[in-house]
Protein backbone atom coordinates (compact mmCIF):
# COMPACT_ATOMS: atom_id res chain seq x y z
CA UNK A 1 0.00 0.00 0.00
CA UNK A 2 2.30 2.46 -1.25
CA UNK A 3 1.59 6.63 -1.99
CA UNK A 4 4.81 7.29 -4.00
CA UNK A 5 6.25 10.59 -4.69
CA UNK A 6 5.66 9.94 -7.91
CA UNK A 7 1.70 9.02 -7.13
CA UNK A 8 1.70 12.30 -5.63
CA UNK A 9 2.98 14.14 -8.15
CA UNK A 10 0.13 12.88 -10.57
CA UNK A 11 -2.27 13.30 -8.41
CA UNK A 12 -0.90 17.10 -8.13
CA UNK A 13 -1.10 17.00 -11.86
CA UNK A 14 -4.70 15.75 -11.65
CA UNK A 15 -6.17 18.12 -8.94
CA UNK A 16 -5.03 20.86 -11.95
CA UNK A 17 -7.14 19.14 -14.47
CA UNK A 18 -9.97 19.47 -12.27
CA UNK A 19 -9.44 23.04 -11.86
CA UNK A 20 -9.47 23.55 -15.52
CA UNK A 21 -12.64 21.83 -15.43
CA UNK A 22 -14.46 24.06 -13.38
CA UNK A 23 -14.01 22.37 -9.86
CA UNK A 24 -13.57 25.59 -7.35
CA UNK A 25 -14.21 23.99 -4.37
CA UNK A 26 -10.78 23.61 -2.16
CA UNK A 27 -12.71 21.67 0.13
CA UNK A 28 -12.73 19.60 -2.69
CA UNK A 29 -9.39 19.24 -4.02
CA UNK A 30 -8.40 19.08 -0.51
CA UNK A 31 -9.67 15.53 -0.07
CA UNK A 32 -9.06 14.27 -3.93
CA UNK A 33 -5.49 15.06 -3.06
CA UNK A 34 -5.14 13.60 0.04
CA UNK A 35 -6.91 10.24 -1.41
CA UNK A 36 -4.53 7.77 -3.34
CA UNK A 37 -6.68 6.24 -5.83
CA UNK A 38 -4.45 3.91 -7.22
CA UNK A 39 -4.99 1.60 -3.87
CA UNK A 40 -8.77 1.37 -5.03
CA UNK A 41 -8.21 -0.15 -8.35
CA UNK A 42 -6.62 -3.60 -9.51
CA UNK A 43 -3.15 -3.69 -9.50
CA UNK A 44 -2.55 -3.61 -13.70
CA UNK A 45 -4.29 -0.39 -13.63
CA UNK A 46 -2.35 1.36 -11.53
CA UNK A 47 -0.37 3.02 -14.42
CA UNK A 48 -3.93 4.81 -15.53
CA UNK A 49 -5.26 5.59 -11.69
CA UNK A 50 -4.79 9.37 -12.39
CA UNK A 51 -5.89 9.53 -15.61
CA UNK A 52 -9.52 11.82 -15.66
CA UNK A 53 -11.71 8.03 -16.76
CA UNK A 54 -13.47 5.41 -15.80
CA UNK A 55 -12.06 2.13 -15.03
CA UNK A 56 -13.85 -1.42 -14.28
CA UNK A 57 -13.47 -3.10 -10.92
CA UNK A 58 -15.31 -6.04 -11.08
CA UNK A 59 -19.19 -7.25 -10.92
CA UNK A 60 -19.74 -5.27 -13.69
CA UNK A 61 -19.06 -1.82 -12.09
CA UNK A 62 -16.71 0.97 -12.24
CA UNK A 63 -14.62 3.42 -10.29
CA UNK A 64 -15.74 6.85 -11.13
CA UNK A 65 -13.74 9.31 -13.06
CA UNK A 66 -12.48 11.51 -10.83
CA UNK A 67 -14.24 14.94 -12.28
CA UNK A 68 -17.67 13.19 -11.66
CA UNK A 69 -16.29 12.56 -8.11
CA UNK A 70 -15.11 16.13 -7.78
CA UNK A 71 -18.62 17.53 -9.18
CA UNK A 72 -20.59 15.15 -7.08
CA UNK A 73 -19.00 16.03 -3.86
CA UNK A 74 -18.71 19.79 -4.68
CA UNK A 75 -22.66 19.47 -5.03
CA UNK A 76 -22.96 18.27 -1.91
CA UNK A 77 -21.58 21.46 -0.54
CA UNK A 78 -20.43 19.60 2.69
CA UNK A 79 -19.88 21.01 6.21
CA UNK A 80 -18.34 19.80 9.61
CA UNK A 81 -20.43 17.57 11.37
CA UNK A 82 -22.66 16.71 8.36
CA UNK A 83 -23.44 12.92 8.90
CA UNK A 84 -23.45 11.83 4.78
CA UNK A 85 -25.17 8.66 3.40
CA UNK A 86 -23.39 6.90 -0.06
CA UNK A 87 -25.38 5.16 -1.84
CA UNK A 88 -22.97 2.49 -3.68
CA UNK A 89 -19.78 2.09 -1.96
CA UNK A 90 -18.19 -0.01 -5.41
CA UNK A 91 -14.01 0.72 -4.94
CA UNK A 92 -14.60 2.78 -1.96
CA UNK A 93 -12.99 5.90 -3.79
CA UNK A 94 -15.72 7.90 -3.52
CA UNK A 95 -16.11 6.75 0.45
CA UNK A 96 -12.18 8.01 0.95
CA UNK A 97 -12.40 10.94 -0.71
CA UNK A 98 -15.57 12.20 1.20
CA UNK A 99 -13.72 10.62 5.00
CA UNK A 100 -10.98 12.83 3.69
CA UNK A 101 -12.87 15.62 5.44
CA UNK A 102 -12.32 14.48 8.69
CA UNK A 103 -14.87 16.31 10.14
CA UNK A 104 -17.92 14.30 8.18
CA UNK A 105 -19.73 11.09 9.65
CA UNK A 106 -20.00 8.48 6.86
CA UNK A 107 -22.69 5.83 6.34
CA UNK A 108 -22.45 3.54 2.92
CA UNK A 109 -24.52 0.96 1.26
CA UNK A 110 -23.42 -1.55 -1.58
CA UNK A 111 -25.66 -4.39 -2.55
CA UNK A 112 -23.00 -6.25 -4.70
CA UNK A 113 -21.75 -8.91 -2.32
CA UNK A 114 -18.62 -9.47 -4.19
CA UNK A 115 -17.33 -5.70 -3.94
CA UNK A 116 -18.55 -5.33 -0.23
CA UNK A 117 -16.49 -7.96 0.68
CA UNK A 118 -13.18 -6.58 -1.01
CA UNK A 119 -13.43 -2.75 -0.21
CA UNK A 120 -14.42 -3.51 3.26
CA UNK A 121 -11.44 -5.56 3.53
CA UNK A 122 -9.93 -2.61 1.62
CA UNK A 123 -11.11 -0.58 4.22
CA UNK A 124 -9.45 -2.12 7.06
CA UNK A 125 -6.01 -2.19 5.17
CA UNK A 126 -5.84 1.05 4.86
CA UNK A 127 -7.49 1.93 8.31
CA UNK A 128 -10.56 3.81 7.05
CA UNK A 129 -12.91 3.65 9.66
CA UNK A 130 -16.86 4.89 8.04
CA UNK A 131 -19.34 4.96 10.97
CA UNK A 132 -20.75 2.41 9.01
CA UNK A 133 -20.27 -0.16 5.93
CA UNK A 134 -23.54 -1.84 5.01
CA UNK A 135 -24.52 -5.36 2.40
CA UNK A 136 -28.03 -3.78 1.28
CA UNK A 137 -30.32 -2.32 -0.84
CA UNK A 138 -29.39 1.95 -1.63
CA UNK A 139 -32.97 2.06 -3.20
CA UNK A 140 -34.06 2.17 0.68
CA UNK A 141 -31.50 3.86 2.42
CA UNK A 142 -30.61 3.80 6.02
CA UNK A 143 -33.89 4.79 7.81
CA UNK A 144 -32.86 3.73 11.15
CA UNK A 145 -30.00 6.04 10.86
CA UNK A 146 -31.77 8.84 9.19
CA UNK A 147 -31.73 12.09 8.95
CA UNK A 148 -28.51 13.07 7.14
CA UNK A 149 -27.60 16.18 5.72
CA UNK A 150 -25.89 14.64 2.20
CA UNK A 151 -26.90 11.52 0.52
CA UNK A 152 -24.55 10.79 -2.51
CA UNK A 153 -25.68 8.13 -5.53
CA UNK A 154 -22.86 6.68 -7.10
CA UNK A 155 -24.95 4.89 -9.84
CA UNK A 156 -27.79 5.71 -12.47
CA UNK A 157 -31.37 5.73 -10.86
CA UNK A 158 -34.28 5.59 -13.60
CA UNK A 159 -35.77 7.89 -10.58
CA UNK A 160 -35.83 9.21 -7.57
CA UNK A 161 -36.07 6.67 -4.44
CA UNK A 162 -38.78 8.37 -2.28
CA UNK A 163 -36.65 6.81 0.77
CA UNK A 164 -34.11 8.91 0.19
CA UNK A 165 -35.80 11.88 -0.32
CA UNK A 166 -37.42 11.11 3.05
CA UNK A 167 -34.28 10.24 4.73
CA UNK A 168 -32.69 14.01 4.21
CA UNK A 169 -32.78 16.24 7.52
CA UNK A 170 -34.62 19.71 6.25
CA UNK A 171 -31.34 21.76 4.82
CA UNK A 172 -29.91 17.94 3.58
CA UNK A 173 -28.78 17.39 -0.01
CA UNK A 174 -29.35 14.69 -2.25
CA UNK A 175 -27.14 14.36 -5.07
CA UNK A 176 -28.20 11.45 -7.68
CA UNK A 177 -28.01 11.01 -11.80
CA UNK A 178 -31.05 10.65 -12.98
CA UNK A 179 -32.26 8.62 -16.03
CA UNK A 180 -32.22 5.09 -18.25
CA UNK A 181 -28.93 4.89 -20.58
CA UNK A 182 -27.61 8.39 -20.10
CA UNK A 183 -28.46 10.86 -16.49
CA UNK A 184 -29.38 14.04 -15.71
CA UNK A 185 -27.20 14.66 -12.42
CA UNK A 186 -29.87 16.53 -9.83
CA UNK A 187 -29.25 17.83 -6.50
CA UNK A 188 -32.63 18.17 -4.38
CA UNK A 189 -32.69 20.29 -1.03
CA UNK A 190 -34.68 19.57 1.53
CA UNK A 191 -36.87 22.72 2.28
CA UNK A 192 -39.52 21.29 4.75
CA UNK A 193 -41.64 18.33 5.38
CA UNK A 194 -42.88 18.01 1.89
CA UNK A 195 -41.22 20.40 0.28
CA UNK A 196 -37.79 19.75 -2.05
CA UNK A 197 -36.12 22.34 -4.49
CA UNK A 198 -34.61 20.38 -7.49
CA UNK A 199 -31.80 21.47 -9.52
CA UNK A 200 -30.08 19.74 -12.81
CA UNK A 201 -26.37 20.13 -13.71
CA UNK A 202 -26.37 18.33 -16.96
CA UNK A 203 -25.64 14.71 -19.13
CA UNK A 204 -23.35 12.03 -17.14
CA UNK A 205 -23.25 8.31 -17.69
CA UNK A 206 -23.18 5.83 -14.80
CA UNK A 207 -23.53 2.05 -14.37
CA UNK A 208 -27.19 1.36 -13.41
CA UNK A 209 -28.72 1.26 -9.83
CA UNK A 210 -30.50 -1.84 -9.53
CA UNK A 211 -32.95 -3.26 -6.66
CA UNK A 212 -32.66 -6.73 -5.17
CA UNK A 213 -30.27 -8.02 -6.66
CA UNK A 214 -28.19 -9.20 -3.63
Same mark, same amino acid.
Given at each position: MIDSTKHQGQRKQLIGKLREKGIKDELVLKAMMKVPRHLFMDSGLEDYAYVDKAYPIGADQTISQPYTVAFQTQL?? *??? @?? /????????????????????SLKIFTIERQHELFKKTSLLFKKLKLRPRKVVFGDGYKGLPELAPFEAIIVTAGAPK???????? *??? @?? /??????GEKEQIMTRYIRKGEKDFDRQTFGEFRFVPMLKDRN
Open positions: LG *LQD @GD /RVLEIGTGSGYQTAVLMAFDVPKALLSQ *LAI @GG /RLVIPV
